[in-house]
Every structure is written in structure tokens, then in C-alpha cells.
């Protein structure tokens, strides 16, 4: 299994933006599809963006579609997430989180990996 490790999370002011990072190690970042999940309390752990192994598709939960890009950059094994036009809806713990397929890539349970997850918190 890859290691991760998320940064970037914060207080930012509706409207304002963020970028998280996720660095991977132990592992050959390439081969894994990579996602981004949030939690927030008291509700379930929910998928927000994930990419492809070379990063050729991205697919986006329909809430952030529109504000959220993810990338990645196989030379530095990082993901990323650049989270623009934050909502206090988008308060939550984001987790970056990796598998080797890409089948049911919107459900956690099919993620083999997981970070230790950073708070992003948006005040209106």
C-alpha cells in the first residue's frame, strides 16, 4: 500500500479558495487512480473528485462540479485539489485516498489507501 499525506486544508471566507496537496510515497504513484473524499460531522465520508492513473479523465461529485479541479504530478507523486468559490457546505475533513482500479471509483470502501485527512473550514 502507498503512504499519503494531506496539506493545504485551512479557514477560509466564502468564496474564497484553498488548494490541497496530497503526497504519496512507498509505492509507484503512476499505478494508482487517485480520489478525493470529505466528511463532515455527523455525516457519512463522501466522494468529491478523483483521476486516472496519468490524470487523461477526472470525475467530479455533482456539488463541486464547476468550483473543484483535481490534478496530479506523477514527477513529484502529489495529487492535488483546487477548491475555488468555497461554500460553508464545503466545511468538512478532505482525504485524499488511492487504489489500483477504477471500478466504483465514488465509493470509499473500494480504496485501499488513505491520508490522515486535512480540515478545511469555510465561514460565511
Known amino acids: 500500500q502507498v503512504q499519503l499525506v494531506e496539506s493545504g486544508g485551512g479557514l477560509v471566507q466564502a468564496g474564497g479558495s484553498l488548494r490541497l496537496s496530497c503526497a504519496a510515497s512507498g509505492g509507484t504513484f503512476s499505478s494508482y487512480v487517485m480520489a478525493w473524499f470529505r466528511q463532515a460531522p455527523g455525516k457519512e465520508r463522501e466522494f468529491v473528485a478523483v483521476i486516472t492513473w496519468n490524470g487523461g479523465g477526472t470525475y467530479y461529485a455533482d456539488s463541486v462540479k464547476g468550483r473543484f479541479t483535481i490534478s496530479r504530478d506523477n514527477a513529484k507523486n502529489t495529487v492535488y485539489l483546487q477548491m475555488n468559490s468555497l461554500k460553508p457546505e464545503d466545511t468538512a475533513v478532505y482525504y485524499c485516498?488511492?487504489?489500483?482500479?477504477?471500478?466504483?471509483?465514488?465509493?470509499?470502501?473500494?480504496?485501499?489507501?488513505w491520508g490522515q485527512g486535512t480540515q478545511v473550514t469555510v465561514s460565511s
Open positions: 485516498a488511492a487504489d489500483r482500479t477504477f471500478d466504483s471509483y465514488f465509493k470509499a470502501e473500494e480504496y485501499d489507501s
